[in-house]
């Protein structure tokens, strides 16, 4: 178990193929069902987040440089997407969840960098990533057919590209 504290709990989801995705939480379309899956195939992890034994989230991490992330490096992670259902929306449970992955990552996995890409308007994750100290690093694309992450010199583009060193973090928060 990655994180308890009172009716809240964040443990990995132990995944097979036939088990990609926590159940019963959002509607899987094919599109996420392809990503579940290629987060699994490289080794990337899948976090739940209970709430009075009900899942009620889930946040996805992707470890080091595979195929998708051109950015990131072997020492590094790409994080999300963070999903809450919506009726447990506002109550700080995506910043418990988020605080508990990156300590595991820094502390645990000794990683180094935590990325996160996010589409502009998601105006709800920009402050969430913000706020835990994620700077905006470059604007990203995303291409057509196999959905992969670029980074781009363009300006109108969805996403931004977001990182924090997991290793300065570590030292603040010790401090």
Do not use: W
Not at 40 to 54: N, T
Not at 76 to 84: A, K, L, Q, R
Not at 100 to 117: C, D, T
Not at 148 to 172: F, G, H, P, S
């Amino acid at each position: 178990m990655l994180y308890h504290n009172g009716a809240v709990e964040i443990s990995e989801f132990p995944r097979t193929l036939r088990s990609l995705y926590v159940p019963g939480i959002d509607h899987v379309y094919f599109q996420k069902k392809v990503r579940f899956l290629m987060n699994y195939l490289h080794k990337g992890k899948l976090f739940c987040l209970k709430y009075e034994d009900q899942n009620i989230g889930y946040c996805m991490v992707s470890t080091g440089k595979c195929g998708r992330y051109t950015y990131a490096g072997k020492n590094d992670i790409t994080v999300g997407p963070i999903y809450i259902k919506s009726h447990f929306r506002g109550r700080g449970l995506s910043k418990v969840l988020l605080n508990a992955i990156l300590e595991y990552y820094a502390s645990v996995e000794k990683k180094e960098k935590a990325y996160a890409y996010i589409h502009r308007i998601n105006k709800q994750s920009n402050a969430l990533f913000s706020g835990r100290g994620f700077t905006v690093q470059r604007n990203l694309q995303i291409t057509r057919v196999f959905r992969k992450v670029r980074i781009t010199d363009k300006e109108n583009t969805d996403y931004r590209l977001y990182c924090l060193n997991l290793k300065d973090d570590m030292r603040k928060s010790a401090e």
